[in-house]
């Protein structure tokens, strides 16, 4: 899995943290996403497609 | 056969969730709308500003939405449900049959005749040419997106009125102290704000207002509400009541399940009906009717959650707003803050003021173990 976010899309929801917040993190000063690990261990897969889906952005996007 | 009505962030999150879930089944996902989900909250702000072109507010990739292995039938407005044959009419005379039927059509703004408001992409293409030929706007409607509205029309320079009968913009949803502040904003930055009256009417010259005042405007922004997309279930014997009413599952009736803006279902951790309008409760409800259809048998309990983004301000929601407000991080003064809300002494609500991820470290204190994102990893049909 490779892992790709979108800064500028980003709205500083914060939904992808609550899901997993050892892949996502999310900027002090402004709130936008920071990508922890962008090819994250198979344990953590279904919880980053989810938080993709549920990214209120559509600011994360996800590739097998 | 799964049948989503809707192509929007509510249809698309439900049809991905179906098939995280281990869904195999046919897919259909009709949309009124001619185009591929596509997102709404860029329409009023990068969409209307031109920084975005309108391709970047496609929801997903055209690589994924082929994975989803779904057909989008688009362009095709659903105009009757037959409950007990679990079939849909469209206007063009398809009829749609399947074992579960999700409902997500959104809303439909209330509109003023003859004048331009913003619900659709088209929407807002078309009302950002008539925005760089007006000399003045008036923007009617205090809420959310009036507010976003004027803010983006004064960004690109457009001479603005603001007009609503609240007191603040948007003092619904941020309580007066802090609405106090967004008109302090809007103000500073140049819209005229014309609120605590009525708008009763549109003139040739302007707008009228319940105090005979008429705004001069060459140009009519209508953003005053918008109501569920229900006209075309009036005659489906589903319950109607302010959108679809649901149990606490979302679902209308056997097999019949709705999402989203549309959606008033029970909402068991408040212990009363609830129906909300925003884009993240959008995505939730598509993912936890997928979990339902599938047999997780998990009632939807989200904590709601909307963001506004105005000229410098990011403003973050979570929960409700109540009459007691304390600010918990940063300051008003610096627009920088946390506020905590209470009624009775318990917390209802968290807003961020320009501190994202702040507001939503708080807003863990408002979670439930049957918070929105922990209850779709916890739900047993989950992947």
Known sequence: MKITVDQNKCCGAGTCVLLAPDVFDQRDEDGIVVLLDAEPPAELHPLVREAASVCPAAAIAVTS | MTLIVGASAAGLACAEALRRKGYTGPLTVLGAEEHLPYDRPPLSKQVLSGAW??????????????????????????VHL???????????????????????????????????????????????????KCSRAVVVGDGVLGAEIAATARQLGVPVTLAGPQQAPMALQLGLPVAGLLAELHSSHGVELRLGAAVTGVEPDGVLLETGEVLPADLTVVAFGSAPATDWLRDSGLALDNGIVCDSRCRAAEGIYAAGDVARWHHETLGTPVRLENRTNATEQGIAVAANILGADQPYTPVPYFWTDQFDAKIHVHGFVGPDVSVVEGSLADRRFVARFHRDGELTGVLGWNMPKQARQHRQELVSPRCPATAATSAPGAA
């Open chain 2, 53 to 78: 072109e309108p391709a970047r507010t496609q929801l997903r990739s055209a690589e994924a939405l082929a994975a989803l292995d779904a057909t989008f039938v688009l362009g095709d407005p659903a």
């Open chain 2, 82 to 132: 037959d409950v007990a044959e679990r079939a849909v009419h469209t206007a063009s005379d398809r009829v749609l049959q399947a074992e579960n039927i999700v409902l997500a059509t959104g809303l439909r703004p209330r509109t003023l005749p003859g004048q331009p408001t913003l619900r659709t992409l088209d929407d807002a293409l078309a009302l950002r040419a008539e925005l760089q």
